[in-house]
Structure formats: structure tokens, C-alpha cells
């Protein structure tokens, strides 16, 4: 093969060999950016979790009380209708 013959073929291999490193550089690049992204949604969802979960705590705890309050003014109510029965 003459010169420029075998001055082509390396010139050949290099753009084989960098469109295969760009590639590659390329898709880890964006395989990284895609796994930073599910994180930083993994992260936001577990915040989101625990915000629920303690706000149905909170909630949990005004129902209870709120049925202790209830509970209590029935007895109240039972008490008075039992002394207007007496009264009456």
C-alpha cells in the first residue's frame, strides 16, 4: 500500500475509535444524570412519605380526640335528661 493509502486507513480508525468513545462517553454521561434524577425523586417521595404519614398521625390523634370530647358530652347529655326525668 502506498503512504496515503495507509494515511487514510489510520485516519479511518481514529474516527471509528472517537465516534466510539463519544458514544460511550454519552451515554454514561447521560446514565448518570438519569440515575441523579431518579434519586433526587426518591428522595423528594420519601419526604412526601413522612409528611403523610405525619400528618395521619396528627390526624388520628384529633379524631381520637374529638370521640373522647363526643363520648363525654353524651354522658353530659345522659345526666341531664336522667335530672329532667327526676325533675319532671
Same mark, same amino acid.
Given at each position: 500500500?502506498?503512504?496515503?493509502?495507509?494515511?487514510?486507513?489510520?485516519?479511518?480508525?481514529?474516527?471509528?475509535?472517537?465516534?466510539?468513545?463519544?458514544?460511550? #462517553?454519552?451515554? +454514561? =454521561?447521560?446514565?448518570?444524570?438519569? *440515575?441523579? $434524577?431518579?434519586l433526587?425523586?426518591?428522595?423528594?417521595?420519601?419526604? #412526601?412519605?413522612? +409528611? =403523610?404519614?405525619?400528618?395521619?398521625? *396528627?390526624? $388520628?390523634?384529633?379524631?381520637?380526640?374529638?370521640?373522647?370530647?363526643?363520648?363525654?358530652? +353524651?354522658?353530659?347529655?345522659?345526666?341531664?335528661?336522667?335530672?329532667?326525668?327526676e325533675?319532671?
Amino acid at each position: 500500500m502506498a503512504e496515503a493509502d495507509w494515511g487514510m486507513v489510520m485516519g479511518i480508525v481514529v474516527l471509528v475509535l472517537g465516534t466510539i468513545l463519544a458514544v460511550t #462517553l454519552i451515554t +454514561q =454521561v447521560f446514565g448518570t444524570w438519569r *440515575a441523579r $434524577a431518579a434519586l433526587a425523586r426518591e428522595e423528594a417521595y420519601r419526604q #412526601l412519605a413522612q +409528611q =403523610v404519614a405525619e400528618q395521619q398521625a *396528627a390526624l $388520628a390523634k384529633g379524631m381520637h380526640d374529638t370521640t373522647e370530647t363526643v363520648k363525654d358530652m +353524651q354522658r353530659r347529655v345522659t345526666s341531664i335528661e336522667k335530672l329532667l326525668s327526676e325533675v319532671g
